[in-house]
C-alpha cells in the first residue's frame, strides 16, 4: 500500500504515513463513509494542504489597464453628432406671397387671348393666319408669367432663432432679423385681403432704421403672426 499524499510504503496494518503522516487509503475510505463525522488530525492537515493547492494552482486573469478600458458612449441622436444637433435650428414656417393675383392674372390673360384670336379670326382672317394669331395673343400671357417668377424669387422663413427674407433668383439675398431684435408684430390686411384670406404681416425692429419689416400678401397672416409671437415669448 503506498501514500496518496507522498507515495511512501505503508504496512497494510498502519494507518497512518510514517514520512508525512497522511492516512492510509483504508483509513480515508472509513473517514467518507462515515460522511465526515468523524475526523482526524491527519485528514483535517489534507484537506487544509488541498484547499491552499487549489488556492495557489487558481490563475486570476488580471484586469486591463485603465488606458484600455473602453467607456460606454452616449447613443447618437438621428444619426447627427450631439453638436450638430445642438446647433441646428429649428424651421418653424416657410411661406411666399400669395399665389392668388397671379391665378387671376393666368386666367384674365388666357381669356384675352382666345378673345383675341376670335376678333382677329373675324375681321382680319383673309390677312392673318392662325400661327400669326396665336403669336399676336402670346405675349399676353407673359405678364403673369413674370408675376409668377418675381414671387418665387421670395420666401419668409422663421426658426426659433431669426427671421428670414430670401430674395432673388440668380443673385440672392438674404436678410436675417434676430428675433431677440424684434419689438412687436402687427397684422395688417384691407377689405379684399380679409375676402381673399393674405394680409401683410408688419415686424417693429429695434436695430434697423425706421424700424419696420413687412412680409407682404402672405396667407393667413394671423396664423403666422401667432406661430412667431409665440417663438418671440421665448427670447423675452
Known sequence: MY????????????????????????????VASRGGRESSPA??????????????????????????????QPPA?????????????????????????IG????????????LSILLAMFAGQYVSAPVAVLITLPLLLIPASKHLK??????????????IDQGLIARKTRNIPLRNIQDVTVSTTIPQRIFGFGDLVIENANEVGGQTLLDNIPQPRRHAELLLRELRRWN
Open 3 to 30: 501514500c496518496m499524499n507522498c507515495g511512501a510504503d505503508i504496512p497494510a496494518n498502519v494507518r497512518f504515513c510514517s514520512s508525512c503522516g497522511a492516512p492510509s487509503d483504508t483509513e480515508a475510505t472509513q
Open 43 to 72: 485528514a483535517d492537515d489534507m484537506r487544509v494542504r488541498t484547499s491552499l493547492d487549489q488556492e495557489l494552482t487558481a490563475v486570476r486573469q488580471p484586469e486591463p489597464p485603465a488606458s484600455f478600458r473602453r467607456e460606454p
Open 77 to 101: 441622436a438621428a444619426g447627427r453628432p450631439p453638436r450638430e444637433v445642438e446647433e441646428a435650428e429649428r424651421v418653424i414656417f416657410s411661406v411666399r406671397p400669395t399665389f392668388l393675383f
Open 104 to 115: 387671376i392674372g393666368y386666367v384674365l390673360a388666357a381669356a384675352a387671348a382666345v378673345g
Open 151 to 164: 414671387r418665387n424669387t421670395i420666401k419668409y422663413t422663421l426658426t426659433d432663432s431669426k427671421i428670414e
